[in-house]
């Protein structure tokens, strides 16, 4: 039974940070790059961050550049991302996503956590 359990999200003010953590089982972790979409009400999901089966390149949309920072431990099987300096048009709903590339029916989703930036 495959899982991504993310977690980490809730409410900060502006300039503030939070790092989401997203639990991976059922498959093997290794094997997958992972990526971290957001959406926000009205608007399309959109990629945030992703990361390489090894961790070994990243890649990040330009608006968190220098803000956001994806990683991973594929010992513990997770996932994360530090956000830093957090804006109002941060406020989404995080999800954690692991692909296989070259497969493509391995493409699996968490359910999400909120993440509220406000003052």
């Known amino acids: 039974q495959v899982q991504l359990v993310e977690s980490g999200g809730g409410l900060v003010q502006p300039g503030g940070s939070l790092r989401l953590s997203c639990a991976a089982s059922g498959f093997t972790f290794s094997s997958y790059s992972m990526n971290w979409y957001r959406q926000a009400p009205g608007k399309e999901r959109e990629l945030v961050a992703q990361i390489t089966s090894t961790g070994g390149i990243t890649g990040y949309r330009d608006s968190v550049k220098g803000r956001f920072t994806i990683s991973r431990d594929n010992a513990k099987n997770t996932v994360y991302l530090e956000m830093n300096n957090l804006k109002p048009e941060d406020t989404a709903v995080y999800y954690c996503?692991?692909?296989?590339?070259?497969?493509?029916?391995?493409?699996?989703w968490g359910q999400g956590t909120q993440v509220t930036v406000s003052s």
């Open positions: 996503n692991a692909r296989r590339v070259g497969y493509l029916r391995d493409n699996y």
